[in-house]
């Protein structure tokens, strides 16, 4: 991946990683471009707003503020450090299960 192909999709890499939205139109403004970059990240975001949601399913069911608190830092730490990333051009996956989000969603951008 050469440095003009990182320019061209940062904007829509960083986008993907603002809300379940962001998502929805870096998926379909990069299915026209199948930009390599948005589409790492792109699968980045999608594994880390799945996960957010599933886990979040499970962390409110407990009645613990530590809990509560805990999972959202985690997840807020997740998604800047993700966003760093993006916006540093860097194809850095998010620590734990960043690599399982790439084999998971492959088929995203190809």
């Known amino acids: 991946m050469n440095q003009q ?3 061209s999709g940062k904007g829509l890499a960083i986008v993907s990683y603002l809300a379940l939205i962001g ?3 870096a998926y379909f403004l990069n ?11 792109l699968r980045q975001s ?3 707003w799945l996960m957010f949601h ?9 009645d613990s503020w530590g809990v509560t608190s805990g999972f959202y830092l985690f997840f807020c730490i ?12 860097k194809l850095q996956t998010v620590p734990l299960l960043g690599e399982l989000f790439q084999k998971w969603f ?5």
């Open 5 to 7: 192909e990182i320019d």
């Open 23 to 25: 998502i929805i139109i």
């Open 31 to 41: 299915n026209d471009k199948k930009n390599a970059f948005t589409s790492f990240h």
């Open 46 to 48: 999608i594994g880390l």
């Open 54 to 62: 599933l886990l979040g399913f499970v962390a409110s069911s407990f």
């Open 78 to 89: 997740l998604f800047i450090y993700g966003l760093i990333g993006a916006i540093a051009g």
């Open 106 to 110: 492959a088929n995203i951008g190809r």
